[in-house]
């Protein structure tokens, strides 16, 4: 804790080699220790453990474990990341990911136990500057120091003999260079605290999702409204961190929290020109939805359907021409708007839960997006028309099968029909009313902007 607190203090201790180099086994020989208690005693053991003394309620202000938490998210908030320190970062964030991961050998859900109690009495202040922080190092994603930076400060490794060279090598990078998509550990790492930090919803009042809620654009900043906003950040940046990591589990749910909490955000987002940039990731997960875990199909289907609630977004959608969109590989097709690639992938969407997942509530979500839309349909591509119908028709198909089976049960000629008849009868007999009121909706409101 010491040696961290110099480095945030002592802007020349930050490219010190050899005391950076200390600070970082410091930090991984406590993160150890930390991940050895977590598995093996309890949390209020653990904190005994840090304090010498049994754990009491009053004194959740005034021991070594209060400070260390205290220290921790300091320490991330206050120093900055360079190549020296890019590493102390590093152990500083597992080791809040690996204390807060206690939950999962909690017996009750979302409990908040010591580590918790001392987060969330942090002030609005700390807790605005730590989210601040991890937004930026997922924005900026910072890469690795390369494999030879240690060379770079004249052989301090060889001058501190060879176990704390052993132990360095243990640590920090391997000589190799880091797969591929895993080049910025922090940026990972920071977002997975972020998240895990906003979404505690044990406490009525969390810090940090409150944090969460009310930041606002850096450029944007209206005098007078500084009590209301917890901190500033160029929401551009974050809007191209967002569409540049959209691949990943992790971003999905930061997009999600991001419209849901905060207006600004949001407000900013739809109100973006090159918003095809955010929604092409989004329809390709969804895309190759069997290929996904199905929470992030559904995150991206949720997404979607809060896109869809905005009249602005679903005018704008048909004036986007795309270029040719190599991962929809059914037809290749020229001139295709944003609009009706959103159209066919939630139509695919439907088709294939149909088909093999029969999830209610998955194509309830497609639909209730596509009726979102329906009236502000413009344009439509011939292909895409041509499916919106071809769906009702596979529906009206697969209801008259449907009905003739259950038919022939009641006159007898049959023993019994398949269980999943039974199940899916009423699921597609409410698909097939709902492409009609979407159907209804668009030759009602658009049909003259709807040859096709």
């Not at 807790?127 to 930076?149: C, K, M, V, W, Y």
């Not at 008849?421 to 009602?444: G, Q, W």
């Amino acid at each position: 804790m010491d040696q961290v607190k110099e480095i945030e203090s002592n802007a020349g201790k930050q490219e010190d080699i050899e005391f950076t180099w200390r600070a970082l086994n410091s930090a991984f020989l406590v993160r150890s220790f930390v991940k050895y208690f977590v598995e093996n005693v309890t949390e209020n053991e653990m904190v005994v453990e840090f304090n010498g003394l049994p754990l009491e309620e009053d004194e959740l202000k005034s021991n070594l474990f209060t400070d260390f938490i205290t220290c921790l998210i300091r320490s991330l908030s206050e120093i900055p990341v360079t190549p020296y320190t890019y590493g102390i970062h590093m152990e500083i964030a597992n080791t809040l990911l690996i204390l807060l991961s206690r939950q999962l050998w909690e017996p009750v859900s979302g409990s908040v136990g010591p580590t918790w109690q001392r987060l969330l009495t942090q002030t609005n202040r700390i807790a605005s500057g730590l989210i601040r922080t991890l937004l930026l190092n997922f924005i900026h994603r910072e890469q690795i120091p390369p494999p030879d930076f240690r060379k770079i400060s004249g052989g301090f490794l060889s001058s501190i003999g060879s176990a704390a060279s052993s132990l360095l090598s243990m640590i920090t990078w391997s000589k190799k260079a880091p797969p591929k998509g895993k080049e910025f550990p922090l940026a990972e790492q920071s977002l997975l605290l972020f998240l895990v930090l906003t979404n505690q919803h044990a406490a009525q009042n969390n810090p940090y999702r409150s944090a969460l809620k009310h930041f606002a654009d850096l450029r944007g900043q209206v005098q007078g409204q500084e009590a209301d906003v917890s901190f500033v950040i160029q929401l551009d940046q974050l809007y191209f961190g967002l569409c540049s990591n959209m691949g990943q589990d992790q971003a999905v749910l930061l997009l999600y929290m991001l419209l849901h909490e905060n207006s600004g955000m949001s407000a900013f987002i739809f109100s973006r020109s090159d918003i095809e940039n955010l929604v092409l990731p989004v329809l390709k997960l969804l895309y190759t939805a069997e290929e996904r875990n199905s929470h992030l199909v559904y995150m991206a289907l949720i997404i979607l359907l809060m896109f869809s609630q905005d009249d602005s977004f679903n005018k704008s959608i048909h004036e986007i021409v795309l270029k040719p969109v190599t991962w929809y590989t059914e037809r290749s097709l020229s001139r295709i708007t944003l609009g009706d690639l959103l159209v066919l992938v939630l139509i695919r969407t439907i088709q294939y839960n149909i088909a093999t997942v029969r999830d209610k509530y998955l194509h309830t979500n497609c639909l209730a997006a596509l009726a979102n839309m329906s009236s502000s349909f413009q344009q439509l591509h011939q292909y895409v028309a041509q499916r919106v119908v071809s769906l009702f028709g596979l529906l009206a198909k697969k209801h008259t099968k449907m009905n003739d089976a259950m038919r022939k049960v009641t006159k007898g000629d049959v023993p019994d029909v398949p269980e999943e008849y039974t199940n899916d009868l009423p699921i597609v007999d409410e698909v097939m009313r709902m492409v009609l009121e979407i159907i209804n909706s668009c030759l009602t409101h658009s049909l003259h902007l709807n040859p096709n």
